[in-house]
């Protein structure tokens, strides 16, 4: 009697006797008439009779049937945005029997494509009608693929943050033109120029990469504003001229509201009323950097660009200062010629001599300029 891998067989007689011995290999392993799951192999002796005078005895062989290997390798993980694998079976047997998970699929040649994680089954039938079979675990991986999109071209003031939806376990190398980065996540940030890449590798074996080129612009410098100056009544702020600026934006408010009023990179300078002691510039750059720094007037004094000039009708005229206006005038021996509190630029030259004049102005906020002219008839 054969039996196959992993089965049992039980051996009995349909006879009543009242003696029974079963042995196996001269050894006896029951008293009964019947021995249940025989795994062992060998050749197993019944003797029986009747009263212990009569006695018959025969013998079964219980031998191993032959199985035909089969086997599926080890266990597997597959990457989810790779294609599903085909799992192989080697194995002498001409046909197949697949489950899926404990369902049974159609397929029975020597390998089969999967179509899932999960455990697949293979049995191998022997001509001698015994089964035999393997077992392997698919397990695909979360690692999905990484795509950080075309090439960027950002401000300096809006670093771009790259990031992906990697979870799993494994190690992350950003590299910036080849050069390996001391980032070690799913996310960096981007501060220069250069062409970013990453390369991850999951503690499954899993591999997710890819790169882009990132240009970051810088901000416009800022404007260096000069002190006000004095200009019909007006304040008169001036700045120098930012490099690759298209115009500027002005704020007489510390920066709560900016005035689009200068549209040329050419136009520097800003007229505002008396009451603004301080004014705000910023330059105006493309559409990627679109204002540059801030540039602060100085909290000075307004200057007082006194000019003072002998008119065709000789009368001593003073330009761009503040008022009220004090003015006194000597000689050069020290002695006074004029002086006036509210000076209305109506004094005449034409009684003095010809000679070397000093003056001394004195504007509105206490500011004192002084000077000397060549008077020559």
């Not at 307004?302 to 009368?315: E, G, Y």
């Not at 070397?356 to 004192?368: L, T």
Request: include cysteine; aromatic fraction near 10%.
């Amino acid at each position: 009697m054969g039996i196959c891998s992993g089965d049992t067989v039980q051996l009995q007689i349909n006879n009543t006797f009242n003696f029974y011995e079963w042995s196996l290999n001269g050894n006896i392993v029951s008293v009964n008439p019947y021995i249940n799951n025989i795994t062992e192999t060998g050749n197993y002796i019944l003797k029986t009779g009747i009263n212990n005078t009569c006695f018959a005895v025969d013998t079964v062989i219980v031998f191993q049937k032959a199985l035909t290997p089969v086997s599926l390798g080890n266990d597997k993980t597959s990457c989810l945005y790779d294609a599903l694998p085909v799992i192989e079976a080697t194995t002498a047997a001409p046909t197949l029997k697949w489950y899926y998970n404990k369902n049974v699929l159609a397929n029975t040649s020597t390998s089969i494509q999967s179509i899932g994680a999960g455990k697949y089954i293979a049995v191998a039938a022997a001509t001698n009608f015994c089964t035999n079979s393997d077992t392997i675990q698919l397990t695909l991986s979360n690692v999905l693929p990484v795509n950080f999109g075309d090439d960027k071209i950002v401000c300096e003031t809006n670093p771009v943050l790259l990031e992906t939806n990697i979870s799993s376990t494994g190690i992350f190398e950003w590299k910036r033109n080849g050069s390996l980065l001391s980032a070690s996540s799913n996310t960096i940030n981007i501060t220069q120029s250069g062409e970013y890449s990453l390369y991850f590798n999951s503690s499954s074996g899993c591999t997710a990469t890819d790169t882009i080129a990132i240009e970051v612009k810088q901000q416009l410098h800022q404007p260096v504003v000069t002190c006000p100056s004095l200009n019909n009544g007006k304040k008169l702020f001036v700045w120098n001229e930012v490099a690759n600026a298209a115009g500027y934006e002005v704020s007489e408010d510390l920066g709560l509201n900016w005035l689009n009023t200068i549209s040329t990179a050419s136009q520097t300078q800003h007229e505002t009323g008396m009451a603004i002691n301080q004014l705000w510039v910023r330059a105006i750059g493309d559409s990627v950097c679109t204002v540059g720094k801030t540039g602060i007037s100085s909290g000075c004094e307004v200057t007082v660009p006194t000019i003072i000039v002998s008119t065709d009708n000789n009368v001593f005229t003073i330009k761009g200062a503040e008022t009220p206006l004090q003015i006194f005038i000597t000689d050069a021996m020290g002695r006074n010629v004029f002086f006036a509190g509210d000076y209305k630029n109506n004094f005449s030259l034409t009684g003095l001599a010809e000679g070397f004049y000093m003056y001394k102005i004195k504007s509105g906020k206490a500011k004192y300029q002084t000077g000397k002219f060549l008077f020559l008839k």
